[in-house]
């Protein structure tokens, strides 16, 4: 995909947002302070202060506005989704090299809590996405006992689990006995 270091890392962060979420499938990772500590370090997301419950529940909400952004069921729904989520967001777009990268773009504002760094820079990094035509590169797993979210990378779309390691392998094994039965 045609994008610079900072949306490729904004578009793993958000989905790994969302896959914390029972929305998913699997159980909610995001319960207490300690787990948005965790996701913060795994992360890396900088310039955040001490974490609150407000923090946590703020980031909860941002979490499931994303999640519908990436289960819209067509495009233009995501375009509205996406725009009610940015309007609700401070965006100051400011230019920076930090940590040996390249000149790129932040758009998080400088005294934004943590739910406001995820929504403007993740949600600039979907709105690239959406502007390049790649909607449909925001895919929910085609295993049946799995909702994650991914972004689908591959040259050619053809991406359908949220894990080849994980659903990809477990469904390649099902359809091999299924064959076998046949
Ligand atoms: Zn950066
Ligand atoms: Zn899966």
Do not use: K
Request: hydrophobic share 40%.
């Amino acid at each position: 995909m045609p994008f610079g270091h900072d949306t490729v890392y904004s578009l793993a962060t958000v989905v790994e947002l969302v896959n914390t979420s029972p929305s998913t499938g699997g159980d909610d990772d995001l319960t207490g302070l300690a787990d948005l500590q965790a996701f913060v370090q795994a992360r890396q997301v900088s310039g955040i202060s001490t974490l609150t419950t407000r923090d946590l529940g703020q980031v909860r909400l941002v979490r499931e506005a994303f999640h519908r952004v990436f289960t819209a069921p067509d495009q233009p729904t995501a375009v509205r989704l996406l725009n009610v989520l940015l309007a609700e967001t401070r965006i100051t777009p400011r230019l920076t090299e930090h940590d040996g990268h390249p000149l790129h773009m932040h758009y998080f504002a400088l005294d934004a809590t943590l739910a406001e760094h995820l929504a403007a820079d993740c949600g600039v990094a979907l709105a690239h996405l959406l502007v390049e035509g790649e909607w449909e590169r925001l895919r929910t797993c085609a295993a049946p006992d799995c909702e994650r979210v991914f972004v689908d990378e591959s040259r050619n779309r053809s991406r359908v689990y949220c894990d080849s390691r994980t659903c990809g392998n477990r469904m390649h094994v099902a359809a091999y006995r299924a064959r076998r039965r046949a």
